[in-house]
């Protein structure tokens, strides 16, 4: 993450629907340039498992780059 950027990730529903906790809006910034950066959202500290339903990650970033990322 350069200066003045950041990562946002929204949890959408296996068809493309926001899920309303997980949304681009709710979530709060990653604004340091870390391997290990946990994402969290307003209302949520961490993603519910989603059982056996497929859900969808959006990222959007402002002068950053995505080098990987994982589920626990």
Known sequence: VAEGGWVKAAVLTSDSKPIAEYTLDEAIPLTKDTT?????????????????????????????????????
């Open 36 to 72: 290990k950066g946990a994402m969290i959202w307003k209302a949520r500290k961490q993603l519910d498992p989603p059982g056996d339903e497929h859900v969808r990650l959006l990222f959007k970033l402002k002068n950053a780059k995505l080098y990987s990322f994982w589920i626990e």
